[in-house]
T-cell receptor, first 115, second 116 residues
């Protein structure tokens, strides 16, 4: 298995809703990442998990709450989002954080629309 | 100033033609450089990965070059197909394990459109 699987592929949510994005990999990677990508822009790093511990939080608003239940799973919990949070959310994994990106693989993304 | 610059910003070519995309970077210390293809609304897919010592690497109709001295890379696409229409992103990874832990440096991408 050489894939990073993200679910759902599309999500529409209201500003008062609570939802979660899920990411899964079975490549034995110990680093997992969340990115946010707006249209026609490069991905922006949000969070880095290394060995299931949060190692980087790029000053992301608290309405985004990451969780790494185990080495294969990464969640992003969403609450009270704003319309400007609408974007493509990408998950990625690599063998280890800082290991020169060995095995760096992106998921297909979740297209989030906040109404 | 972005540390990874790509040109052109957009490109339109006819099906079957060749094209070359450029990437200049200032990120250091350099570890490796990657070219990704990203279809609209989808995640980036890796095309090539090049380390400091590699000058050229091919993947089917994609050929990447790297000049680590001038900090330039190019991606050449031969015999273009309609399915090549996508954004092509240059990504540089550093070798520093400190504050750059887990970071990729992205270019803004070249939007390629292939017309029939």
């Amino acid at each position: 298995d050489t894939e990073v699987t993200q679910t759902p592929k599309h999500l529409v949510m209201g500003m008062t809703n609570k939802k979660s994005l899920k990411c899964e990999q079975h490549m034995g990677h110990r680093a997992m990442y969340w990115y946010k990508q707006k249209a026609k822009k490069p991905p922006e790093l949000m969070f880095v998990y290394s060995y299931e511990k949060l190692s980087i939080n790029e000053s992301v608003p608290s309405r985004f709450s990451p969780e790494c239940p185990n080495s294969s799973l990464l969640n992003l919990h969403l609450h009270a989002l704003q319309p400007e949070d609408s974007a493509l959310y990408l998950c990625a994994s690599s063998r280890e954080a800082g290991a020169r990106g060995y095995g760096y693989t992106f998921g297909s993304g979740t297209r989030l629309t906040v109404v | 100033k972005n540390q990874v610059e790509q040109s052109p910003q957009s490109l339109i070519i006819l099906e079957g033609k060749n094209c070359t995309l450029q990437c200049n970077y200032t990120v250091s210390p350099f570890s490796n450089l990657r070219w990704y293809k990203q279809d609209t609304g989808r995640g980036p897919v890796s095309l090539t990965i090049m380390t400091f010592s590699e000058n050229t690497k091919s993947n089917g109709r994609y050929t990447a070059t790297l000049d680590a001295d001038t900090k330039q890379s190019s991606l050449h696409i031969t015999a273009s197909q309609l399915s090549d229409s996508a954004s092509y992103i240059c990504v540089v990874i550093v070798s520093d394990r400190g504050s750059t832990l887990g970071r990729l440096y992205f270019g803004r991408g070249t939007q390629l459109t292939v017309w029939p």
